[in-house]
């Protein structure tokens, strides 16, 4: 078992580094670019993972936070559609 350990967890490694690589963003990565550090994992079996965990990957709390996604709205509830609605008949000709 323990000899299996010695494969499984260095491989476990290596694959959990490479998806956080492939998954972060290029401008949080810290220290190398992206493509740098996918060949350090794959070229130095344990080291190079446990580089990425502790100097490459970005910080969870250090860097600036991405815009907010704007929700769309819809018409009866966005105000400055709502305020520029008038009720008028059909045969109303509009102001001018």
């Given at each position: ?32 670019p992206r493509w740098a550090w996918a ?24 860097g600036p936070a991405p815009p907010p ?28």
């Amino acid at each position: 078992m323990l000899k299996a350990l010695v494969v499984i967890v260095p491989v476990v490694m290596a694959i959990f580094s490479l998806v956080q690589v492939a998954q972060s963003r290029s401008d949080l990565v810290r220290t190398l670019p992206r493509w740098a550090w996918a060949l350090v994992i794959l070229l130095v079996p344990v080291l190079g993972p446990v580089a990425w965990l502790s100097i490459g990957r970005p910080r969870q709390s250090g860097g600036p936070a991405p815009p907010p996604r704007r929700r769309t709205v819809a018409p009866d509830d966005d105000p400055d559609f709502l305020r520029g609605i008038r009720f008028k008949k059909p045969n109303d000709k509009p102001d001018e």
